[in-house]
């Protein structure tokens, strides 16, 4: 069971295919986020985001894990990239960016 599905931010508890029932139970989550796109010349745009992300009913997690020691706020999510349009149109988009997740300090 995955906290959440592949490319998602969004807590889901849903299952693959492969294992079984899926749980409907959707913990839910609160995104807190800021973010820019600056247009640094006509063909080149930056981007940077980031997002404080808690869940906002962490007790069907709790009982997945077999645990109480679990709180709601997730951590710290940040983006930051570039775009290039070389013919200045969306025929040919050059895309790099990097994006990482810091989790909340662990419970001791």
Do not use: C, H
């Amino acid at each position: 069971m995955n906290l959440k599905q592949r490319d998602s931010l969004v807590p889901n508890l849903r299952t693959s295919k492969t294992e079984g029932q899926s749980n409907f139970v959707n913990p839910g989550a609160i995104i807190l986020g800021v973010g820019t796109d600056i247009d640094v010349t006509p063909k080149l745009k930056a981007f940077l985001n980031l997002n404080y992300i808690w869940l906002a009913e962490p007790a069907a997690i709790k009982v997945a894990l077999q645990t109480d020691r679990l709180r709601n706020d997730l951590g710290l999510d940040a983006s930051f990239g570039f775009k290039y349009r070389p013919l200045l149109t969306d025929n040919i988009v050059i895309s790099l960016g990097m994006g990482f997740l810091r989790p909340r300090r662990r419970l001791p």
